[in-house]
């Protein structure tokens, strides 16, 4: 299968290595890294064991690439006003384009640029860096969800988990996306949010006696938001309890909204807190907890 | 009268000084400040006229100053645990003692220390700024409003703003202490607090869009926490938006917690924050945007 990795981070390098590594003929739009993926191609250190790959197809433009049959968004949310630009040439006839990005609003940008039938989203939990180019680091995790931005088209969403499968990458098709993207948020955005905004890791934030029960409170926030869009089904309460606890074994991980901050890039503010508060005010639900990070974390990186 | 300001930062230094013109001898218990203040007396720059006190008596230890007729206790709360040390040596049996520190629980501290009989609280609103050693920038503002830690002494509080008035600074006396402490407050939680979080200055607070009414709401938790205290009348909802129009005027004003933080010292959490959330929290009234604040802050602070 030919696929195209628009977004080369930590998170597109890691999934595009892996299905590379699967077999398929993956390709590379690159930036930082093009220099020394296209001379001493790429390496993944792995916490499921590292590999290295000699011969990456790294391209500088998407029309250097061409048609694809997938093409796998990795792009910072704040980048997708340039979606149009970097996937057009990428798209034909039977291309399919899944977007790994973070939030609320992706699938629905691309279905309008693209037509909503070739629309996937996946919703990726991976613990990923970059390291020096060339290099990724694959911390933990890395398990895929799947599904059809149409829920009618199911099928694509089982044939695209089937490839990620194949290649080594653990990914199930769900059949409502849009609880899988609010369920990731109950992590996304307090956790995203409050590291970005204390420039503490996720550990800091849950060892401290005053922020710990802060951070549960923000996650039933986003939950009871999440329970007043048209689900399939309910988010239970518990699900903050699961989302703690599986944050308790993740020690100092730095979120990637921190990194961004500590790099200076913007946030992916509108993915990840206003198109998900405003959801929630839409329906009647406050979120007094997630709207007072989002606001000062917007005060604290604009000024 | 013989006073003792103990606590010489911005706020102990100005009153001091302005005390001293009024013709008090006044002695101040120094530090930093010690050399410059006893060689080259203090300098106040002043919105309300510059001048310079040639004679300034300046002490080591409260020892040194002995007895004294009211002590004026400017220091951060949370050298709290210093009264004793720092304010025995100077109360004699008729001292009174005024706690002009922001926020709850310091003339609770000082009346079970010294008597409850002695213990005045004033609420100063005053912009100040240390400048180099010897100097205090006096910005904006600076009147108090004073009164008793027992009603029924009522008159002390009577005398003490007489004092004040007689040396130029605007002071009255309150019938009600702790309804002014939490007037203060509505001020203080949310903008010592959001600054000294976001390392922004006021302006950018109100300036922001998504803060400027988040500000606003937390002004309104206090009000509620507040009111549901024992006050002698309640403080409406409309003082909230006195407060953000008064705030406006104050362009890049940086709150002492934020002074706090850049220089590194620690912040006056238990005072502006700790004990109003568990005032509030006592009385069965939530605060979620003012604990998510404190929290946050905490965990940016310690880590």
């Not at 640029?113 to 990923?128: D, H, I, K, N, T």
Request: hydrophobic residues 45%.
């Amino acid at each position: 299968m030919r696929i195209a990795v628009v977004g080369a981070g930590a998170l597109g390098l890691y999934y595009g290595a892996m299905l590379q590594r699967g077999g398929n003929d993956v390709r590379f739009l690159l930036r930082r890294d093009y220099e020394a993926i296209t001379a001493r191609g790429l390496t993944v250190y792995s916490c499921g064991g590292d590999f290295h790959l000699e011969s990456v197809a790294g391209f500088r433009s998407p029309a250097e690439i061409g048609i694809v049959d997938l093409v796998v968004v990795g792009l910072k949310a704040f980048a997708n006003d340039r979606f149009a630009e970097l996937i057009g040439p990428l798209v034909g006839g039977g291309t399919q384009v899944l977007t790994l990005q973070n939030g609320l609003g992706n699938e629905e940008a691309l279905a309008a640029l693209f037509g909503p039938e070739r629309v996937l989203g996946g919703v990726a939990f991976l613990c990923s860096n970059r390291g020096e180019p060339g290099v990724v680091h694959h911390l933990g995790a890395g398990r895929i969800q799947v599904g059809t931005f149409l829920p009618e088209r199911q099928a694509a969403a089982e044939r695209v988990a089937a490839l990620f499968s194949n290649a080594g990458v653990e990914c199930v098709a769900v059949p409502d996306l849009r609880r899988a993207r609010w369920e990731k948020l109950v992590w996304n955005i307090p956790f995203n949010g409050s590291c970005a905004l204390t420039l503490q890791p996720v550990d800091a934030l849950l060892a401290n006696q005053r922020s710990r029960p802060i951070i549960r409170e923000m996650m039933v926030e986003v939950i009871t938001a999440a329970n007043a869009q048209p689900l399939l089904s309910p988010i239970p309460e518990t699900f903050a309890d699961q989302m703690i606890s599986f944050s308790d074994g993740m020690g100092p991980y730095r979120p990637s909204m921190l990194i961004d901050r500590q790099e200076g890039r913007p946030l992916e503010m509108s993915a990840i807190f206003y198109r998900p508060l405003d959801a929630g005010q839409a329906a009647g639900v406050p979120l007094p907890r997630v709207a007072t990070l989002a606001a000062l974390l917007d005060c604290a990186v604009t000024g």
